[in-house]
């Protein structure tokens, strides 16, 4: 999909404030750091649109990206920051959970894990809360430019063991360096999403 127009349209904590647009929404989940806003800023072709920031635990709200009017990329909080204190994780939870359990046009969640080592215990409790769900995944492993070419399919190994994925659960290797898997990821959303 070509981007052109993109707007943050809402930082929201409660299903009142979400968007009644009806577009269809894919969710970015992740661990903190793991590249989640330099996912979201080469699929946009914008280079800060989403944050990055070397200081984890930025985001601590549901971040409704308006894609050409046609869809929502929603950024999530990014999980496992130990800075954060137990009560404000505990809410995160709570937000994360009724947006993934009640929200009606989430047509998917990529999860994103560092492709470099493997799945943490937390990545796997994502892809197992997102399976209880049943919601369609698509897991993208970042940071793959520091991976030699030779090693690329143990990692994909790496990360269907480490997270007990599914035969339909997707992975696709990404570099925000060289925009590797770029067109795979949007291939996904596409799919999912029926916008093009």
């Known amino acids: 999909m070509q981007v052109n127009n993109v707007n943050l349209r809402i930082s929201a904590v409660r299903p009142d404030q979400y968007p009644k647009d009806g577009f269809p929404e894919v969710a970015f989940a992740g661990r903190s750091n793991v590249g989640k806003s330099s996912l979201t800023n080469v699929l946009i072709n914008r280079r800060n649109y989403a944050r990055t920031s070397s200081q984890p635990g930025k985001t601590q709200t549901l971040n409704f990206y308006d894609i050409e009017s046609k869809l929502f990329f929603v950024d999530v909080p990014g999980y496992g920051y130990a800075k954060v204190s137990q009560k404000e994780r505990e809410k995160w939870a709570r937000m994360i959970e009724t947006y993934f359990s009640e929200r009606q046009p989430l047509r998917g ?3 994103l894990v560092d492709a470099r080592h493997e799945p943490t215990k937390l990545d796997k409790q994502m892809v197992d ?6 919601l369609p995944l698509l897991v993208v492993g970042t940071k793959v430019d520091k991976v030699p070419k030779s090693r690329r399919n143990r990692c994909v190994s790496q990360i269907r063991k480490g997270l007990a994925l599914r035969q339909a659960d997707q992975v696709v290797l990404f570099s925000a360096v060289d925009k590797t898997g770029k067109d795979d990821v ?7 999403t029926g916008v093009k």
């Open 109 to 111: 969640v990529v999860t």
């Open 129 to 134: 809360f997102l399976h209880y769900y049943d």
């Open 186 to 192: 949007w291939a996904w959303i596409e799919k999912q």
